[in-house]
């Protein structure tokens, strides 16, 4: 019954607005994900916006049925994590969005007015565009917050990784996969099932099918729409399966079928190259100290931006940072006066980061907002060291962060998808096995 009912409420929520306009075509409802609605036209543009984009990558398309499936179990993941991202306060304000609009045509060469009419001229709606963007960086948010944040790698483990990869010295290499995802405590038999299936894929792949073709219609991996190429990488930064998988492989050789918590994986070798330790590298250093307002059910974005401005006057006035850092700071930092030290290249998230670089010394910033909130930041000093002998142990404990913030993501989206209400509608209800 209850069941039923939450998809009584999703498909009156969506004719609600039309009740008493004048007759109109009827939009097909293809997947209920909890109180929300995936209908047919926006699977369709979906699947017409990646094919577009498979087709400028030369890459083989599935048949659109199979890939409509496809396309369509990603959006119900996508979804509930929009979902929990707005339940759980996790949100992109307009500014954020519009500074984000404006590095995205910097980096076509183009002002933000041309970005815009160049992709309406390829037939894209802005809008639908800005909500894009605005949904990926909120789910990169919910990601640093609920995943990346809480991962620690501890100075045993950098110990035992250091051992076990010193015979691959910097080698990368090129790799593409195929996952198929089971549910949080699959059963047996849905275990078999998604068995034969990888079985039947391997099968197609080792006799000569495009393996591009074969990820793009068929994995569950948010980079199945690269079939599923993960790029240059060295060895020690794959997921440990894969890297243990591909060790002896030549370059065009396949793994067996993989089995992890996640699901069942297929992995290609596609090239390989390096191998030598790199020359020695300087990186710079940052001493920075920070304010930090936490967003909450009782503080908005705005009245924690509205606070920091306020502060922000005030030091600008001559209170000192450090003072105004101990009275109004949220962070752990703040009896030290909001000192976090010095900070290496990739020590904070990528917003703090890129706010924290841009900064003349002693400036204090405007407010800046990361998924732990917002922040006023200081730069105290700034110095270029030669870390060739700490170098390994940075690179060692940055492969063993990325690995388990892999796995940590994979599990929390898993259980997202398994805890929520989904009901795929025909023609694809019948695809889940």
Known sequence: MKRQIRTLLASIALLAGCAWAAPQPIDAIVAVVNDEVITARELDLRVDQASQQLKKQGTQLPPREVFARQMLERMVYERVQLQYARETSVRVDDAGLERALQRVAENNKMTTAQFRAALEKDGMSWSLFREDVRNEMTLGRLREREVESRVIVTDAEVDAFLAAQSATGNQEIMVAHILLRAPDAATPQQWSKLQQRAESLLARAQAGEDFAKLAAGNSDAPDALQGGNLGWRRVDRLPTLYADAVRLLQPGALTQVLRSPAGLHIVKLLDSRGGADSAPVSVQRTHVRHILIKTSETVSDAEARQRLEQLRDRIQRGADFGDMA??????????????????????????????????????????????????????????????????????????????????????????????????LRPPYATAQP
Do not use: C, Y
Not at 338 to 350: A, E, H, K, S, Y
Not at 385 to 405: F, H, I, M, P, T
């Open 326 to 423: 101990k009275r109004h700071s949220n962070d752990g930092s703040a009896p030290k006066g909001g000192d976090l030290g010095w900070i290496n290249p990739g020590d904070t998230v990528p917003d703090f980061e890129r706010a924290m670089d841009a900064l003349p010394i002693n400036e204090v910033s405007q407010p800046i907002q990361s998924p732990f909130g917002w922040h006023l930041i200081q730069v105290l000093e700034r110095k270029t060291e030669d870390v060739s002998g700490e170098r390994r142990r940075n690179q060692a404990r940055g492969a063993l962060r990325e690995r388990k913030s892999d796995e940590a993501f994979d599990d929390f989206v898993r259980q997202l998808r398994d805890r929520a209400f989904v009901e």
